[in-house]
């Protein structure tokens, strides 16, 4: 009670103040259509701003299923444009590589960026379709890592900020080829090195995977160019290449499954022929009897 009667004479003043205000609003409120009407308004414009307040908050906090589901739609569209390649690839022949891929939506669980080899692991397994070798894409389509390794429910991704991890590409202006690596230390920063010094480099060039790369599908954007300098030698250029997808903020992520980069695992994994293969049979003539 003490206490009550303590916190009562401290915030008196201010008490009385408030009262008094209300009370002065009412009155003003009853004394004319016109005061009356103004304060219905004003009353209208404070509710509306709370409201729109409290909708934009749910909307932020409503963001990451939002993605989630976008993600998973943009997967099954694009798995619908794939099948009706094939219908088209089957029913007339034509002579474009069509190329076939199963894309699955998936979310990040965990992701590394500040070692010298990183790695991605999603919420999705052997269970679910994933299998080593499928390619790991952004939600943007950006190149992110390649499946090395899968459980029934989770699978482990190599990012491409990894040291071990080299990638053939080529700039999509005039076509010419080299290879992604990371060299460490910056997350947004690649090396685009071996290409030809004849190559016409621009700053802002795309550099996209190759068609027998054996990690991403080709055409996928791995970055921009940001600048070119002479090796040595003086010939190739060494690149440093800005990465597309930023690996700081991957939530939702897709992965690719595409035939064509079993094909090329496959040709690499065959044996090499011997060097005399070429060369042409050696025919022996028998010699006749006297």
């Avoid at 269970?127 to 989770?154: F, W």
């Avoid at 293969?277 to 022996?284: A, K, S, T």
Wanted: proline share 2%.
């Amino acid at each position: 009670m003490h206490k009550l009667i303590y916190f009562l004479k401290k915030v008196y003043v201010p008490l009385i103040f408030i009262v008094a205000e209300i009370a002065a609003i009412f009155v003003y409120a009853g004394s004319t259509p016109y005061s009356q009407a103004k304060l219905v308004g004003l009353s209208h414009y404070a509710f509306g701003w709370v409201e729109s307040l409290f909708t934009e908050v749910n909307g932020y906090f409503s963001l990451r299923k939002d993605n989630i589901v976008l993600t998973e739609r943009i997967a099954e569209l694009e798995n619908t444009i794939n099948a009706y390649k094939s219908q088209v690839e089957d029913s007339f022949e034509i002579g474009i590589d069509l190329q076939s891929h199963q894309y699955i939506a998936c979310r990040v669980v965990s992701n590394s960026i500040n070692k010298s080899r990183n790695y991605i692991v999603v919420n999705k397994g052997l269970s679910d379709g994933v299998r080593i070798g499928m390619s790991l894409l952004s939600a943007e389509g950006y190149a992110v890592g390649c499946i090395t390794n899968c459980s029934q429910n989770y699978s482990i991704a190599t990012s491409v900020l990894n040291t071990a991890l080299r990638v053939s590409a080529r700039l999509s202006s005039d076509r010419s080829m080299g290879l992604v690596s990371w060299a460490g230390g910056d997350s947004r920063r690649l090396v685009f090195s071996d290409v030809s010094k004849y190559a016409n480099i621009k700053e802002g060039d795309i550099v996209e995977a190759i068609d027998f790369s054996e990690y991403f599908p080709s055409g996928t954007i791995i970055g921009t160019i940001e600048s070119a300098t002479l090796n040595e030698e003086q010939t190739m250029y060494n690149c440093t290449l800005r990465l597309s997808a930023d690996m700081s903020r991957l939530s939702n992520v897709i992965l690719v499954d595409g035939r064509d980069i079993d094909q090329v695992r496959l040709l690499k994994s065959e044996p090499e022929l011997p060097a005399n293969h070429l060369q042409e049979p050696i025919v022996e003539q028998e010699q006749s009897e006297e």
